[in-house]
């Protein structure tokens, strides 16, 4: 590494060694890394080491409300390249291949349509095809392979900070440190145990952090050898939460907010002239990084792009999350943020976040989570993972940063939860939010018109829309089984299907609507039909709804299998009686290498796990990974 004190030299000798130069477009440079919060030194972390982290922090510009849009990779990234939210494209669950709109160019293309270079190394996990659209994407790019003379688009994205890494706790991903940090001083927020072992996993994260810390000082080394750091705008951020409980897949501030340093050379400070300072509370989230780098290159921005130049004079007054399928775990859920309050909405409250699932019962800090559940020993705030979750959350994020105390029931913020709830169905309903399609249906939907998801959405009229989501709000508010009823006749596939989840997160008799669930078993649209089976093996061990869930385990089309695996996976011990179609049919489909398990990265690997979890939950002993 080239030494790094002159490197940062430099960055403050720039206005006077480059006055004279012409200015060209810059050279940008993305640096990310995986699952980690603000928690650098110059955020004041005390107990971070990153000094080189903080050192370009004092000669940049860093956001101190920056947000992913959703608390996993995948759909956090194909935000982040599109400038579109995943919701709108059908790109937010985790991990997925969607149809996307055959016009749409994500930044690369644009960026390098503008005459720029660009280079991805490596990661790209859009939930969508990234062939074609980078000039070069691999372990090997980099701007050094641009040809002479080119503008550089660059990204790096590292992996060290991984929760991968962060819970495996091995001693070779940190060899390369001289101080490593002391469990003992560790300060664990209240929703993780103090335990030995979580104060070991919460010291190695910052560990982790440290390594990135050199990584970035290597990249920045490069530049300086290249002679481009006085030519190049630097990106360094996080794609989401830190990669333990509670933050990583939760749609909560610990898993949205993300550090952000923006390093703007002296030549390019016009660009940024409204920021006057070197520390910035203006919201920003990721579905505005490609609209602000394209404004940045002066090169216009794709009509189709959802997000905003944060750079910009007017400054947005609200940023939008949202939660979806991570791994086999269902879930739908969307968030509000003013810049101090959040408000989430849950449309299946009766799904606990920690769910019986394979991705929580692996090792590292969830394997520390359960042991000390199965003796009794968690704090009341890790307990509240395994329940329910209310229909609406508010967190004043100024009085209670830690995320405690929901106000959603106090008279005195009526009026604010009335304004975020009304600013997030417009949202919803003015970008037609895929997640009120459920994934089996608008994957089912895109393949039969032959058009992306994105297109199948924005062709249902607004008034359908808007029944939709007021119905996906009744879910956990319905008193009665009758309110429901009216719906599952409907015409449109979406009505119908949450008319089921308010029917499944009911508590009381459903008596009177088992004829029309009966019925449902024939739906033609497949999710619908797996999930009124679902409810019907819940409730009565139904013969025929069984059999409707092993005829849709065996469907060709993935999406629809995913479903009712899923489902089969809900019903705990009740899917015994699908065990030997498991084993003998339809997991041996999906079966490979991955993990010593599975077939593919994708939706074989989510088929396998809910499979496995079901199989396990019927007393078998199956040899996952953990």
């Not at 990584?215 to 290249?226: F, R, Y």
């Not at 006749?489 to 089921?500: K, M, N, Q, T």
């Not at 065990?579 to 994708?602: A, T």
Request: proline fraction near 6%; charged fraction near 25%; hydrophobic fraction near 40%.
């Amino acid at each position: 590494m080239k030494n790094i004190t002159y490197l940062f030299l430099l960055l403050n000798c720039m206005a006077c060694n480059n006055s004279h130069k012409e200015v060209r477009q810059p050279n940008i440079l993305w640096i990310s890394h995986e699952d980690l919060g603000p928690i650098y030194g110059a955020y004041g972390d005390d107990y971070a080491n990153t000094p080189i982290l903080d050192q370009l922090a004092e000669k940049s510009i860093r956001f101190t409300q920056v947000f992913s849009n959703a608390p996993i990779c995948a759909p956090a990234r194909s935000t982040l390249i599109t400038g579109i939210y995943a919701s709108s494209l059908g790109t937010q669950h985790l991990r997925s291949d969607i149809p996307v709109p055959e016009q749409m160019k994500i930044l690369p293309e644009v960026m390098r349509e503008a005459g720029y270079y660009t280079s991805n190394n490596v990661k790209t996990d859009y939930n969508f095809s990234f062939e074609g659209r980078w000039d070069e994407s691999s372990k090997e790019a980099h701007w050094r392979n641009r040809p002479d003379g080119k503008p550089f688009f660059s990204v790096f994205n590292f992996m060290i900070t991984h929760e991968g890494p962060t819970n495996a706790l091995r001693p070779s991903d940190t060899s390369g440190l001289k101080n490593f940090h002391d469990p003992k001083k560790a300060n664990l927020p209240p929703h993780l145990p103090d335990s030995p072992k979580m104060r070991e996993i919460w010291a190695h994260m910052y560990d982790l952090l440290s390594v990135f810390d050199q990584q970035v000082g290597e990249l920045l080394g490069q530049l300086e050898e290249d002679g481009l750091l006085d030519e190049t705008i630097v990106f360094v951020f996080s794609d989401h939460g830190h990669g333990l409980p509670g933050h990583k897949r939760w749609l909560d501030n610990a898993g949205l907010q993300v550090p952000f340093l923006l390093h703007v050379p002296e030549k390019y400070k016009n660009l940024v002239g409204n920021i006057a300072a070197p520390e910035s509370d203006r919201l920003v989230s990721f579905v505005d990084f490609a609209p602000t780098t394209l404004a940045l290159a002066g090169v216009s921005v794709p009509e189709i792009m959802e997000g905003v130049n944060f750079l910009a004079e007017e400054e947005r007054k609200y940023v939008f999350g949202y939660r979806d399928r991570a791994d086999d775990v269902y879930e739908v859920s969307r968030s509000v943020f003013d810049g101090r309050h959040l408000y989430i909405r849950h449309f299946m409250p009766h799904l606990p976040y920690y769910q019986n699932a394979l991705i929580f019962n692996k090792g590292g800090s969830y394997a520390e989570i359960n042991r000390l559940r199965e003796i009794g020993d968690l704090p009341e705030a890790t307990r509240k993972m395994f329940t329910p979750k209310p229909v609406e959350i508010l967190y004043d994020l100024k009085t209670d940063p830690l995320e405690q105390h929901n106000l959603a029931n106090d008279p005195k913020f009526k009026n604010k939860i009335a304004e975020l709830a009304d600013k997030l169905d417009g949202w919803m309903i003015e970008n037609r939010d895929t997640g009120l399609l459920s994934e089996g249906l608008m994957m089912q939907q895109a393949s039969v018109n032959n058009a992306s998801v994105y297109e199948v959405s924005r062709a249902y009229p607004e008034a359908d829309f808007k029944v939709i989501l007021n119905l996906a709000k009744m879910v956990g508010k319905i008193k009665d089984v009758s309110q429901v009823m009216p719906y599952l006749e409907s015409e449109i596939d979406a009505v119908r299907f949450w008319g089921l989840v308010g029917i499944d997160a009911y508590e009381g008799e459903i008596d009177a609507i088992f004829s029309q669930l009966h019925g449902m078993l024939s739906d033609e649209a497949p999710a619908v039909a797996i999930k009124a089976a679902e409810i019907l093996i819940k409730r009565e061990e139904n013969k025929l709804a069984y059999k409707v869930l092993g005829e849709m385990l065996l469907l060709a089309d993935e999406v629809q299998v995913l479903q009712a695996a899923i489902s089969v996976r809900q019903l705990g011990a009740k899917a015994n009686p699908l065990i030997p179609l498991i084993k003998e049919e339809v997991f041996p489909k999906y079966s490979g290498d991955i993990w010593g398990r599975y077939r593919s990265w994708s939706y074989p690997m989510f088929i396998g796990m809910a499979l496995d979890q079901a199989q396990i939950n019927c007393g078998l002993d199956i040899p996952v990974k953990k």
